[in-house]
């Protein structure tokens, strides 16, 4: 399948987590399309995490994304659950002003109050728009994905690479290289290709033309 959008809109909760979930598709289409990352915390509150907004930007601009495509939002990590009707009302005026074809954002399968905050807003926020949900590996359980995009080995060593530019957490087994490599590698073997990304289908919107 061949699917397309003009402006494709990206949603997470805290710096990394676009990174993490679909990293290589979004070195693949930034070129090719307009796109815009929104992360609703920069995560500034917590003392032991006062370098991830520089290294966000540092791994954001690996993946080919310039600076004027990324916003870092004024939510308080850990408490979205507070924050809700400010959170939807922050995504109806992101819809106003980008008016996005094509959404992704963290898979309802994801246990963190914050992430599945988000993903309930944003599908309120973004009725009548396709939404899918990328898989943030540390807190999602039951995730599998029914949406399969393709990606080459380049986009998968420059998602590698990105990553790498978050000292902040390679201690953490999420930001392993071999484990980031070899979810593509099953995902592409889901798919029958040597590497992919996968997502959940939150919402499709179509259309067919024969």
Known sequence: MIFSGKRILFLGAHPDDIELGCGAFLHQIVKQTEVLCVTLSDNQKNPDLQEVKREHFQSMQTLGVSEDKIILGPFTTRIFPNSRQDILEYFLSL???????????????????????????????????????????????????HFLVEVSEENVNKKIEALSKYQTYQDRYYFNSELTRSIMVRHGALAERPFAEGFDILRIVGKFEA
């Open 95 to 145: 819809r106003k002003d980008f008016r996005p074809d094509l959404i992704f954002t963290h898979t309802k399968q994801d246990v963190h109050q914050d992430h599945n905050t988000m993903t309930d807003e944003a599908l309120r926020a973004f009725r009548g728009i396709t939404v899918l949900g990328f898989d943030v590996v540390r807190s999602s359980y039951g995730f599998f994905p």
